[in-house]
């Protein structure tokens, strides 16, 4: 960890003292109480989209009203191309909107660690909605997070994809490993660019650790991550994985980005 980054959650540290995180809600900030579900307040819990409708059946996002098939366009669109999707199922828990951003963006760029706890209790009780505990913990061999480059994570202190997965595997009982992954170099923002362009983006991005190749070998494998956006990180990673003999690769986001074609 970086002095910076030393710095900055040493100080966040003694502000939870005067004024504990439980205290406010985690969209918002308005003063709460710790009884509020998720730490939001009243306004952000119904604000919030959860992707309690349709969604689609391979990437989990939520499906627009004027999508009425099975898939998201995204998802059609490189099932049409002919393009194979590596992963196999995905999950998400709320679409993209100002009150997920507003979380999303507090835990990654305001030092707030300790809202990765609670999106890992949203995760988990998302799954519980579709799965009993029973089975979800029978799914799944390995929870593994999507890991950021060494330079980022020095310089934030934390993966707050690994936070998340952490607290998912926890409730669930699952294995989890943050080490197996390994993010060689940075990439550029996806934002802009076209669907070949994303994919050589992030194209030999990640490897898998030497030692971990016999626990992948036949294992069902969750990925974790805060968001879900186009899909080409998720997929470069599965494809990975697969390569190396993984039976089974889903995922499971806090939020997925709208339905739109890509």
Known sequence: MSKES??????????????????????????????????????????????????????????????PGELCFGCAQKVSAGQEISFDKGYACTGYGACAQSVIFALKYGGRADIADTLGEIMFDYMLAEYTAD???????????????????????????????????????????PGALVRTRETVPMKGLGPEERRANIRGAFEIRNSRLPLIQGSRILLTDDIFTTGSTIDEIASLLKSCGAERVDFIAFAAAGDMVI
């Open 6 to 67: 030393w710095l900055k959650r040493l100080g966040n540290e003694m502000l939870d003292l005067v004024y504990p995180p439980g205290l406010y809600c985690i969209c918002c900030g308005k003063i709460t109480d710790d009884s509020r579900t998720y730490r939001l307040c009243n306004e952000c819990m119904k604000s919030m989209n959860w992707n309690t409708g349709r969604h689609c059946a391979k990437c989990g996002r939520p499906l627009a009203d004027t999508d």
């Open 135 to 177: 089975e979800l913990s029978a799914m799944y061999d390995i929870v593994i997070p999507v890991p950021i480059h060494s330079d980022k994570l020095k310089k934030r202190g934390f993966n707050h994809a690994e936070l998340i997965g952490r607290s998912f595997a926890g409730r669930a009982g699952l294995r989890f490993d």
